[in-house]
């Protein structure tokens, strides 16, 4: 059975970078499925798709959060990690990686395999 969780920093301040990681047992990255996807919700809000990175290695971004967010891999430690830039309160949210075999559509798009999620806050 795939997986996925995440580990960071549950706190950061405005400004800086927030780096996240997602590992993944159970499955390959490179072979189990299509699409690996960090999404977030923050609080009182809906899901929110931020980008994925495919099992070729291709990625993907949201266009609103593209400017500041870039995803990549370490296929030997069967890792994928979400780094965000210039952050603000506005980004604090439970932020999970997810697993699925095509990238969303719609905001209540359903998810083959969820983590757990983390708590991020951005506060000075």
């Known amino acids: 059975q795939v997986q996925l969780q995440e580990s960071g920093p549950g706190l950061v301040k405005p400004s800086q970078t927030l780096s996240l990681t997602c590992t993944v047992s159970g499955g390959s990255i490179t072979t189990n499925y299509y699409y690996w996807s960090w999404i977030r919700q923050p609080p009182g809000k809906g899901l929110e798709w931020m980008g994925a990175i495919a099992y070729s290695g291709s990625t993907y971004y949201s266009p609103s959060l593209k400017s500041r967010t870039s995803i990549s891999r370490d296929t030997s430690k069967n890792q994928f990690t979400l780094q965000l830039s210039s952050v603000t309160p506005e980004d604090t949210a439970v932020y999970y990686c997810?697993?699925?075999?095509?990238?969303?559509?719609?905001?209540?798009?359903?998810?083959?395999?969820w983590g757990q999620g983390t708590q991020v806050t951005v506060s000075s």
């Open positions: 997810v697993a699925s075999d095509s990238l969303p559509t719609t905001e209540e798009y359903e998810y083959d395999y």
